[in-house]
């Protein structure tokens, strides 16, 4: 697989009026209400191995070290000492199926605006954010940097991915693979995609998760959930471009639609709980801020 680093351009104004929007709107809110504290979102990023200690209730279970606990016959866990310095990914799901939005946004957008603000948090407070590009194929990698300018330039960069009306079904573990040939030192790793995949990414997720710090960010609209009841219309698979007509009058296709979505809902959240990681639900009719809020919420909770 051949994986370019190109150079990166100068920034657009769009890029930096995006910026400034995500600090007014975003940035200084979360700062408000989560008090300058992020570690609800970002821990678990040590990447320095420090000591072993018996396994105690709550510890996070993909931290034992399975051939200590094999000798002693008891279980142990790694213990490690966290570095000052994060280093994060964005591994991004760019394919066509994220080009989908119905009332308020498309997953795309909702997408720019996640990746500009958490690397923004981030390099603010000195660490360095990458990213890989997914859409259908690998598109570009852009290494690990730190500052303002870097954001902005990732940012640009989302802005002039080409959107690709047809593409091969997405396989994520294509982006998944890219992540564990790529990232070499431990890393916080954000995977930001609707996972509307090819199967068999699952694996990869847990073997990437036992490398490194991986959050899931899932995309979603509503309408991809529950269709309302609008007549006779063609709906049409972005990925593979076929179609098909359907009569959103009759009840019983709107009951099954639903439950399709409801089986796919409860399969992924088995898949990122077998592969240990925590998930970001974003929708298209939710605000960033109060998703991510209710996110460190949900990470604090479960670190008590």
Do not use: C
């Not at 080009?99 to 957008?109: A, P, S, V, W, Y």
């Not at 529950?226 to 009759?250: K, R």
């Amino acid at each position: 697989m051949s994986i370019s680093t190109p150079a990166l351009p100068e920034v657009t104004p769009t890029a930096e009026r995006i910026l400034q929007r995500i600090d007014w709107q975003v940035v200084r809110r979360l700062d408000g209400l989560l008090q300058g504290d992020y570690r609800s979102l970002f821990y678990g990023y040590g990447v320095d191995f420090a000591d072993l200690r018996e396994y105690q209730p709550e510890d996070d279970i993909r931290y034992i070290d399975w051939n200590v606990t094999a000798r002693m016959d008891t279980p142990y866990i790694r213990q490690y000492t966290e570095d000052r310095e994060i280093t994060a990914w964005f591994l991004l799901d760019l394919s066509p199926s994220v080009d989908f939005g119905t009332l308020r946004t498309q997953k795309r957008n909702q997408l720019v605006d996640f990746v500009a603000s958490t690397a923004r948090l981030l390099t603010r407070h000195g660490n360095r954010v990458g990213s890989i590009f997914y859409s259908g194929n690998i598109d570009r990698v852009l290494p690990a940097r730190g500052g303002r300018l870097h954001v902005l330039r990732l940012i640009h960069e989302l802005l002039q991915q080409p959107r690709q009306t047809r593409a091969p079904f997405t396989d994520l573990g294509a982006l998944l693979h890219a992540g564990l040939a790529t990232i070499k030192r431990r890393s916080l790793i954000f995977v930001v995609s609707d996972f509307i995949s090819a199967p068999g990414w699952e694996r990869r997720l847990s073997l990437l998760n036992r490398r490194h710090e991986v959050l899931a960010v899932r995309l979603w609209d509503p309408r991809e959930v529950e269709l309302p009841d609008v007549g006779p219309l063609w709906l049409e698979d972005a990925e593979t471009g076929e179609q098909l007509y359907v009569d959103t009058h009759d009840r019983a296709f709107r009951r099954r639609y639903a439950e399709a979505a409801q089986q796919r809902e409860t399969a992924l959240n088995e898949a990122f709980k077998r592969a240990g990681v925590d998930a970001l639900t974003l929708s298209t009719e939710e605000d960033l801020v109060r998703a991510i809020v209710r996110f460190a919420s949900l990470r604090e909770n479960r670190r008590r």
